[in-house]
């Protein structure tokens, strides 16, 4: 996954397709830092770029603690530690099944 390679912790994946009609999936990240969160998004995106995935939207840059990539289906969040904490969005979203993430596997519905 694109987001291991730029040393992204605590990587969850949440299955929403039963419960929301926003998307399919979240994948949450942390990044200690905003070079590293930053450094996670780009790389993301290279990655789903080269597979033909064109996202839709990016906010959260620059000391924001939040960058949040929307692919549709998919919304990737990538916080810093206090803001994951703060906001919460395994324990927000405790009923989703949660996606196991094994470093070198690949799930062709997330990209």
Not at 98 to 111: C, F, R
Request: proline share 2%; charged share 30%.
């Amino acid at each position: 996954m694109a987001a291991f390679d730029k040393k992204a912790e605590n990587v969850c994946i949440l299955d929403l397709s039963q419960l929301s009609i926003m998307c399919d999936y979240f994948v949450i990240c942390t990044g200690q830092s905003d070079v590293s969160r930053k450094a996670i998004a780009d790389n993301i995106e290279k990655e789903l770029s080269g597979l033909g995935r064109k996202r839709l939207h990016r906010e959260g840059e620059h000391g924001s603690g939040w960058v949040l990539i929307d692919y549709g289906d998919v919304i990737v969040h990538i916080f810093s530690p206090e803001e994951r904490d703060y906001y919460g969005l395994e324990r927000l979203w405790g009923d989703a099944k949660q996606v196991e993430v094994t470093i070198g596997s690949e799930n062709p519905k997330l990209g």
